[in-house]
């Protein structure tokens, strides 16, 4: 069974940094590109990020381009997002998503918290 189990999230302060993780298993890692959302309550579900297959090619919201990175390891199955001068805007859940042709899968989310 696919699994993406997201990790790394918690409360930061304006400002500051945190690194998210996205361990894969049940699947053919390498294959998919993956994919970074977040969703805020009462808000439509974002994309924050995505990455091709191998890393060659990344994209970013706007509101993330030059603060936020997306990178992968294949040999660990694990999609990273590195947050940097986190703004309060920035709370939300975070959720990694993997896609291969028709086949989409979700993570389930960890909690960033951007507050003083």
């Known amino acids: ?19 998210l993780s996205c361990a894969a298993s ?7 590109g993956m994919s970074w959302y977040r969703q805020a309550p009462n808000k439509e579900r974002e994309l924050v990020a995505t990455i091709s297959s191998f890393g060659g090619n990344t994209k970013y919201a706007d509101s993330v ?3 936020f990175t997306i990178s992968r390891e294949n040999g660990k199955k694990t999609v990273y997002l590195q947050m940097k001068s986190l703004k309060p805007e920035d709370t939300a859940v975070y959720l990694c998503n993997a896609v ?7 993570g389930q989310g960890t909690q960033v918290t951007v507050s003083s």
């Open 1 to 19: 069974q696919v699994q993406l189990v997201e990790s790394g999230g918690g409360l930061v302060q304006p400002g500051g940094s945190l690194r």
């Open 65 to 67: 381009r030059g603060r």
């Open 26 to 32: 049940g699947l053919t890692f390498s294959t998919y």
């Open 100 to 106: 291969r042709g028709f086949e989409i899968y979700w």
